[in-house]
């Protein structure tokens, strides 16, 4: 039976980007629909009535939403390349840290990059605490993963080039290489993966867009 | 020797979802009652990143944050499977799971506050069970399907802490001829045997949550 793979997401976004990523370590085809989420179209409010957001997969007319869910469809779908470990307990720590970023790191970022000034301080510090953790957790691994990218590194796709893009958008500085000399070595290890590297969205075009959103940040010159 | 012990606190929903699992499961374990009050050294040691509970411990190796225990409880010991084998329904699975732990605190709000605010929370958290009935629940027995499941576990927090905090809240959510669906499933989970026989008792539960709001509203008025 043909395979039809869709993937409702939007350019900028983190989230949907993970679902490439996964898709392309794996060499999985798909077919992108790029969604306007000022506009959003019937399709996406078909198959995510529920959260009507991006990303959204639909594997041969069945609906899957939430990035982190995505990624575990993918990965028990398609078993080559895995992201995961066969290990429940390297499991559980990528989903833990996983969970991590996705529920404090990225609010904490964006406070310490467009938050108000007179909190920005303590912002940074806040950020810092949790980026110390993640720098903590590589240790002397090449990726989080271990040797080959993983579902923990495609979901710290945030820290490894959406950070830095939003430090460059708003002035912020965290994650500077005197503070965290693995995550930044990670990020560049990160970046540099092909099947990452084909699924950035260009840096200027994302500066732009966050400038136009956000402002031009609490540190900007 | 298989060790394992659960960090938890005895009213916490989330920590019941663990015990909930590792009974279904028949895994024998030690429960240990943490005061977050006053953590212990322990606590601390196998939850530096939120100290928080519950956390399990397996042969000395820390799992915290429910969810991922739960999962983890599932791949360590896959008898009496909580979850599809189906890639897509497993999938379901966990989008539900995610989606009633990303809207707790709607869930709660209606508990936490008085008058307008309360009203307006009545009405949001009325309009969310709606969307578990239709969108989550639909037409299975329960969130899992044919039988209980991980989503069964994690939705357990309408069974046995929701009728609570109506009535400390004074408010009714769920009126007798309401989401006729989601009190069939309510029946089924509070009469499966194993659930049954771990639920907090419910008059101590009521004292504490009732004690619990008067702090609540007390401090947010100060």
Redesign the interface.
């Known amino acids: 039976m043909a395979e039809e793979i869709l993937l409702f997401g939007a350019w900028g976004s983190p989230f949907s980007r993970r679902v490439e990523m996964a898709l392309k370590l794996k060499g999985i085809e798909y077919k992108y629909i790029e969604e306007d989420i000022t506009n959003k179209s019937p399709s996406l409010l078909k198959y995510n009535?529920?959260h009507k957001k991006i990303p959204v997969l639909v594997?041969n007319g069945?609906p899957?939403?939430?990035s982190?869910?995505?990624l575990?469809?993918i990965d028990?779908?398609w078993k080559d390349s895995p992201i995961l470990s066969k290990d429940?307990?390297e499991?559980?720590n990528a989903?833990?840290w996983a969970?991590?970023i996705d529920e404090k790191c990225l609010s904490a970022i964006f406070k310490a990059c467009w938050g108000e000034e007179k909190e920005h301080e303590k912002a940074v510090e806040e950020a810092s605490e949790l980026l110390q953790?993640l720098e903590n957790e590589l240790k002397e691994k090449r990726y989080f993963g271990g040797e080959t990218v993983g579902l923990l590194d495609i979901a710290a796709n945030i820290i490894g080039y959406w950070l830095g893009v939003f430090e460059e958008a708003s002035g912020a500085e965290l994650l500077t290489r005197e503070k965290f000399p693995k995550l930044c070595n990670w990020a560049n290890e990160f970046v540099s993966v092909s099947a990452i590297k084909e699924n950035l969205p260009p840096r200027d075009k994302l500066i732009a867009y966050l400038r136009n959103r956000f402002g031009v940040g609490t540190t900007s010159k | 020797m298989e060790e394992v012990k659960l960090l938890g606190v005895w009213p916490s929903p989330y920590s019941y979802r663990v015990i909930w699992a590792l009974e279904l499961k028949g895994v024998k374990y030690e429960y240990v009652k943490e005061d977050l009050a006053n953590k212990s050294d322990l606590l601390l040691r196998y939850n530096p990143v939120h100290q928080k509970v519950p956390v399990l411990v397996h042969n000395d190796k820390p799992i915290a944050e429910s969810t991922v225990i739960l999962e983890y409880i599932e791949e360590t010991w896959p008898h009496n499977p909580l979850l599809p084998t189906d890639p897509h329904e497993r999938a379901l699975a966990r989008f539900w799971i995610k989606f009633l732990d990303d809207k707790s605190p709607t869930l709660l709000r209606f508990y936490l506050t008085v008058g307008e605010e309360q009203e307006k929370a009545t009405k949001e958290v009325r309009e969310l069970l709606k969307i578990i009935e239709e969108q989550g629940l639909g037409e299975k027995k329960y969130f899992g399907g044919d039988k209980i499941g991980l989503a069964d576990l994690v939705f357990g927090f309408i069974p046995v802490w929701l009728g609570v905090l109506e009535e400390s809240a004074g408010v009714k959510v769920m009126k007798p001829d309401d989401f006729p669906r989601l009190q069939v499933w309510i029946e089924n989970f509070r009469e499966n045997p194993v659930i049954k026989a771990n639920l907090p008792d419910p008059h101590e539960l009521l004292a504490h949550s009732k004690q619990k709001r008067e702090v609540l509203l007390a401090s947010k008025i100060a």
């Open positions: 009535p529920v594997h069945k899957v939403a939430e982190l869910v995505i575990e469809y028990e779908t429940p307990y499991r559980a989903r833990f969970k991590f953790f």
